[in-house]
């Protein structure tokens, strides 16, 4: 039996926004490898359009500026981040397990979303001038959170005392580092980062982490890293 005329608009309609997802999610993945390389002011809608395949004014149908551009992959990377970070939130947990469950998440990330990671890293670094204000509202709200969890385990006694705030930082300062300078490290190492790498930076990242909030180690080995 035919379809109804009804249905198959509705079919139409539905094909139509898929592929319209589809087209901008791979217009956006485009964009993460322009922006990362260039920086913002020195990428441009035409760049993106030529990587993609598209006449600068089709893909500014999609995109009318480049900074809508830039906003959709910031908002893309920072769900993915924040999705990935929302780990610290159950208190009752046991510190050494949250502390590596979230060590591993940020080297995960820094792994899958390198470049991601440092397009959020080059717009901090100049002040985060056209992305400071959701920063605020969606970063540091869920960072603060995060202070509060150290500062009762702390007070609890279930972890030495610390900075809280300072001993977030240098976890992002550690896991961060092995996106945003790769390069640097491939330098050194005459070869691109591996997953061993991975595992390394990890076992030795939580056994600083520990050792500073007077923890006893955990298991060597992540569970996430996998080559």
């Known amino acids: 039996m035919n379809a109804s005329p009804k249905a198959a608009a509705t079919t139409i309609v539905k094909r139509r926004v898929v592929d319209r997802d589809r087209l901008e999610a791979d217009i956006v993945a485009i964009a993460v490898q322009v922006f990362a390389d260039k920086g913002y002011e020195g990428a441009s809608i035409a760049s993106v359009a030529a990587l993609a395949g598209l006449s600068k004014q089709n893909l500014m149908y999609y995109f009318p500026t480049k900074q809508a551009l830039y906003q959709r992959v910031l908002d893309d990377v920072l769900d993915d981040w924040l999705a990935r970070m929302d780990l610290l939130a159950d208190a009752g947990g046991q ?133």
């Open 95 to 227: 510190p050494a397990d949250m502390l590596r469950a979230y060590i591993q998440a940020k080297l995960r990330f820094s792994r899958e979303q390198p470049l991601a990671s440092r397009v959020y890293a080059l717009e901090v670094i100049n002040g985060a001038p056209l992305y400071g204000e959701q920063i605020r509202r969606r970063v540091v709200p869920l960072v603060r959170k995060d202070i509060e969890v150290f500062e009762r385990w702390i007070a609890e006694g279930r972890m030495g005392a610390v900075n809280a705030t300072h001993l977030l930082f240098a976890i992002w300062a550690m896991t961060q580092s092995y996106a945003d300078f790769a390069a640097q490290m491939a330098l050194v190492l005459e070869r691109t980062l591996t997953a061993k790498d991975f595992m390394d930076a990890e076992t030795m990242i939580v056994e600083m982490v520990l050792a500073a909030v007077a923890l006893p180690p955990c298991p060597a080995g992540g569970a996430d890293a996998q080559p």
